[in-house]
């Protein structure tokens, strides 16, 4: 079975400071992907950032990357330059890549951070 | 514009009554998913369709129902055999690019029971 582990329920940075926000996973699959999502106080989850498991370079995106250690099975999300904005709960996700449960997501607990100035 | 739309944003519903969620999206995806957050929780899988007149249970499908008759359309019927509804809705669609399904969410709906 898929599982994603969030073990900061809640994390602070001062703005334009750069933060790191934990994700460690579990799957037997060879291939799969691995997502963050952001959830403001309005609910809409928005899609940040995807690595692959077979991917050799770190996902880049905006002020947003991914920190992926395969062997750790860990895949940190690094928010650059912190903003006010930036202040929500945080997701980490993982797909799977077997036939019937094709592009499901498991779904981390989450962190939420809170930026301050 | 392209987009995930649910209705309503808000949803009370009485003991012992069924309600339907609606999400719709014209992105053109062929899948879609329900999924349902409690507060200070993750998102659990309710339902999901990789394709039109198909569709197959999540982790926490008992209560609920669903159908696909549409591309476009994916509703969430919460039945009264669902104890505990009162919850966040989270709709979503995914395409496959560059060998990559990734998902995108519509607003949700969030049920309040009376």
Request: hydrophobic letters at 30%; aromatic letters at 12%; a neutral charge.
């Amino acid at each position: 079975a898929q599982k994603i582990t969030q073990t900061q329920p809640g994390m602070f940075v001062q703005e334009k400071e750069a933060v790191t926000l934990d994700c460690t996973y579990d799957t037997s699959d060879p291939s799969y992907g691995l997502f963050w999502y952001k959830q403001p106080s309005s609910g809409e989850m928005i899609f940040l950032i995807y690595q692959g498991s077979y991917d050799q370079q770190n996902a880049t995106e905006g002020r947003y990357s991914l920190n992926f250690q395969k062997a750790r099975k860990s895949a940190n999300l690094v928010i650059s330059a912190s903003q006010l904005g930036d202040s929500a709960m945080y997701f980490c996700a993982m797909s799977s890549t077997r036939g019937s449960t094709l592009g499901r997501l498991y779904f981390g607990r989450g962190t939420q951070l809170t930026v301050w100035p | 514009d392209g987009g995930i739309t649910q209705s309503p944003k808000y949803l009370f519903r009485k003991e012992g009554q069924n309600v339907t969620l609606s999400c719709e999206q014209n992105l053109n995806h062929d899948a879609m998913y329900w999924y349902r957050q409690d507060p200070g929780q993750g998102l659990r899988l309710i339902y999901y369709s990789q394709i039109v007149n198909d569709f197959q249970k999540g982790d926490i499908a008992e209560g609920y129902s669903v159908s696909r008759e549409k591309k476009e359309s994916f509703p969430l019927t919460v039945t009264s055999a669902q104890k505990n509804p009162t919850a966040f809705y989270l709709c979503a669609s995914s395409e496959r690019t560059a060998g990559v399904e990734t998902q995108y969410f519509g607003p949700g709906t969030r049920l309040l029971v009376l």
